[in-house]
Nanobody
Framework: QVQLVESGGGLVQAGGSLRLSCAAS????????VGWFRQAPGKEREFVGFIRRNGSRRYGDSVTGRFTISRDNAKNTVYLQMNSLKPEDTAVYYC???????????????WGQGTQVTVSA
């Protein structure tokens, strides 16, 4: 079992930055792929990016070059650094964990409760 808690969301102006954290509890967290997804009102959950156990990463097209995922296995935490934020980045951001992961959110077994990010124009 893995429990996930996101934090770091808030209100920011367009062009600003935020760093989200996904803190995990449970055994063998370093064995899991951790993915970030977001969901805006009335829309499906969208892939943002993931980081594998070996540190390799993949990002969604809409955030490539602006967002960076990193992990600190010693702290059981994964980070999502978001730069050059746009109003269209406004959403609830979720982290998920799974041994295989991927870009499809049903692939993930464990989820946090989400954190709201609002970007004003």
């Amino acid at each position: 079992q893995v429990q996930l808690v996101e934090s770091g969301g808030g209100l920011v102006q367009a062009g600003g930055s935020l760093r989200l954290s996904c803190a995990a509890s449970g055994r063998s967290f370093s064995d899991y792929v951790v993915g970030w997804f977001r969901q805006a009102p009335g829309k499906e959950r969208e892939f943002v990016g993931f980081i594998r156990r070996n540190g390799s990463r993949r990002y969604g097209d809409s955030v490539t070059g602006r967002f960076t995922i990193s992990r600190d296995n010693a702290k059981n935490t994964v980070y999502l650094q978001m730069n050059s934020l746009k109003p269209e980045d406004t959403a609830v951001y979720y982290c998920g964990a799974d041994r295989l992961g991927g870009t499809y959110y049903p692939s993930y077994d464990y989820w946090g409760q989400g954190t709201q990010v609002t970007v004003s124009a």
